[in-house]
């Protein structure tokens, strides 16, 4: 078997070079692509961009890659130039330095049948003739190299020769002919060379500036230390609630508020194109949600734009439940005429209730509220604000200080309708009584 | 001697009623009884003992004792009151004496003031305040004593040991 196989080597060696002997003699002498250089790449594109500046995201980025066959006489590949194989001629280096190699070797292509000699491909897979020119045309050269959707700044595009390999026909079936016969002659108002340069702008858009307030305040209080999140709305299922949306959809910004409330984000890019996006920050538990449209006002050319959104929280209080209750007397104005006093009033939930009643003996005063409006402050010292009746006439309001202490102290200012001073006792000590303030 | 002793009278009858017309005085007088539960009542009658006009008596202010705790309080009609553990201040809403208002005028009393404390409490201390006729804007305020209404008993024992003093000196000038 050996010896057969021997013999027959011989004389396929023999065949090949008679025919070779013959085409040279005969003037049509090829040379193998692997060894020339009269292939060359070329890289056209579309002129109709000034100094080729792409819009990020935007604008598919067309490249024609032709290859030409200058060696001025025909060229015998063993292995032809697919559609993969010129993208494999190209090169794309990023604003980083980064280099992007094109083509997927898992896409096959049909290769034409070559000639077999017992079970054995001799015959080249292809021979390029004199002036052959085959191309590929890349749509979009950023669906290729997704970086180039993402990243704006400038690219790099070079055709690298080394990439035209020969065909190991019928061993390696991945490789063969799939060329685009669309002539660079056609392909108007293009802008030719080996290596292009092109820049890709960013879009449209700009960059969201976020603040985080309490609101409760006046003025409004920044907020730090707030994380805050942009998402695409169109990444937003719908239905999402706002705590789904935080916890599971991926942003294009992350990031948290500094001391001022403003969001600081991690990107390294912070240009949002324009579209429409969902804000949202988290607080004290609470989402908040603000929305960004396409449409609005702020968005620039180059993402030059500014848009600001506040993010509006109200701090949550702790709500505390208050008593005030007893009674006590003291004597407001001079040593000798006695005040006396009573209540219960209390805070529930935020809501004041209860009553209050005043007696000051000199004047024969008595007050006995009607209802009670606010209670503020803090223990030990608290303020009742509230309305009622002087000696049964109703329209006037009032405000009581009550300390909780030792001795306690109660004071009371009881005003008119019009607001103006009907009646007022500083806050003094108590001789008597008690008065208990019950926080809960 | 009988001049000198009509004088000395005289004076002090002076005396004695200007000081009532420039400081009135009152006068609160309580009957005390014992509920079920331990519970003790104490229904007192305020007297103003005033003689001259004007001087009406609308706030009653009773010190109570600490320990003691304050059950309930009822006041007369036309009074009401602020109180707590240690104090109760009752006073009339009304200025002027009946029918126009609801003080108490001098030489008149009002019942209906009935306090119940969760033990007996006895006499307290107390001060009333009368309008001022002669200075309005400043009124009188009086301390006292609540004292016992005299039990009928004591009356009786009292009336019948006079009456006993009387028919024993009626006796002992007979014989």
């Keep these: 078997m050996n010896l057969f196989l021997k013999e027959l080597r011989m004389k396929c060696r023999w065949v090949v070079s008679t025919v070779v002997l013959c085409s040279c003699l005969l003037g049509i002498t090829p040379i193998w692509g692997y060894e020339s250089s009269g292939l060359s790449f070329r890289l056209f594109a579309d002129q109709d961009h000034p100094d080729l500046k792409y819009i990020r995201g935007e604008e598919a980025i067309t490249i024609l890659v032709v290859m030409t066959n200058d060696a001025g006489v025909p060229v015998a590949t063993k292995r032809g130039f697919s559609e993969i194989e010129l993208h494999r001629t190209l090169t794309v280096t990023d604003p980083f330095g980064a280099r992007h190699f094109l083509g997927d070797e898992q896409e096959t292509h049909k290769m034409p049948m070559p000639y077999f000699l017992n079970g054995k491909a001799w015959e080249p897979a292809e021979e390029l003739p004199k002036n052959w020119v085959r191309s590929a045309k890349i749509e979009d050269l950023s669906e290729l190299v997704p970086i180039m959707k993402t990243t704006p700044g400038w690219y790099t595009i070079q055709g690298l020769q080394f990439f035209a390999r020969y065909a190991s026909t019928g061993i390696d079936s991945d490789y063969g002919f799939l060329g685009m016969l669309t002539h660079p002659n056609n392909w108007k108002g293009a802008i030719e060379s080996n290596t292009l340069q092109i820049y890709v702008a960013p879009m449209s858009g700009g960059q969201v500036r976020v603040q985080v307030v309490d609101e409760t305040p006046d003025p409004a209080k920044p907020l730090g230390q707030v994380p805050v999140k942009i998402f695409k709305s169109a990444d937003i299922p719908a239905g999402s609630t706002l705590e789904t949306t935080w916890d599971r959809i991926p942003p294009v910004l992350l990031g948290t508020t500094d001391f001022d409330g403003y969001a600081t984000w991690e990107a390294s890019s912070r240009c949002l194109v324009s579209d429409n996006y969902t804000v949202l920050a988290k607080y004290g538990g609470e989402i908040k949600s603000e929305s960004v449209s396409r449409t609005e006002t702020g968005w620039a050319n180059e993402c030059t734009g500014n848009i600001a959104k506040v993010m509006r929280f109200v701090e949550k209080v702790v709500e505390v439940n208050i008593v005030i209750s007893g009674g006590a007397y003291n004597f407001p104005q001079t040593a000798t005429y006695r005040a006396t006093f009573s209540m219960d009033v209390s805070r529930t939930k935020g809501v004041p209730s209860g009553w209050l009643k005043y007696y000051y003996t000199r004047t024969r005063m008595n007050f006995v509220s009607t209802g009670i409006t606010e209670v503020s402050g803090t223990k030990p010292n608290l303020t009742i604000k509230g309305v009622g009746t002087v000696n049964n006439v109703s329209g006037y309001s009032f405000e009581a200080t009550v300390v909780d202490g030792s001795p306690d102290s109660f004071g009371i200012i009881i005003k008119r309708a019009d607001g103006s001073a009907y009646y007022s006792a500083p806050t003094k000590a108590n001789s008597g009584g008690d008065l208990t303030i019950t926080v809960q | ?175």
């Design chain 2, 1 to 175: 001697m009988k001049l000198i002793s009509a004088i000395i009278i005289g004076l002090l009858v002076i005396l004695t009623s200007t000081s009532v017309s420039a400081t009135p005085m009152a006068d609160i007088r309580y009957v005390e009884t014992e509920l079920a539960g331990g519970i003790w009542q104490y229904d007192y009658t305020v007297f103003n003992t005033a003689v001259e006009p004007g001087f009406d008596l609308y706030d009653v202010f009773l010190f109570l004792k600490e320990d003691v705790a304050l059950i309930d309080v009822s006041v007369p009609n036309g009074w009401v009151f602020i109180a707590f553990n240690d104090f109760v201040d009752t006073y009339s809403l009304i200025p002027g004496a009946p029918p126009i208002g609801t003080d108490i005028a001098p030489g008149e009393f009002l019942g209906g003031f009935i306090f119940q404390f969760d033990e007996k409490v006895g006499d307290l201390a107390f001060d009333v305040i009368f309008a001022n006729p002669l200075d309005p804007e400043n009124p009188i305020i009086e301390s006292g004593s609540t004292l016992p209404v005299p039990e009928p008993s004591t009356i009786l024992l009292l009336a019948a040991g006079i009456s006993g003093l009387g028919f024993a000196k009626r006796r002992r000038l007979m014989s």
